[in-house]
């Protein structure tokens, strides 16, 4: 009965740690999310493609 009292309240610290330590990383990340933001340069437009020809003799079924 004492042993497992011991492991009730070791469980009960560790996930009381536990929580801090997921929180801290949390925001450690939400940090680093914000920095990356700031220093990402913006998107470019994308230019016009051409379409990829079939090599000749291939066999193209459309799908319905």
Known sequence: MKLIQIFIGLSFISS???CATVEGMGKDLQSLG???ERTAEP?????????VEQPSGAIVTPIK
């Open 34 to 36: 914000k920095s990356i």
């Open 43 to 51: 998107s470019k437009p994308v230019e016009d493609k051409k379409p």
């Open 16 to 18: 009381i740690v536990s």
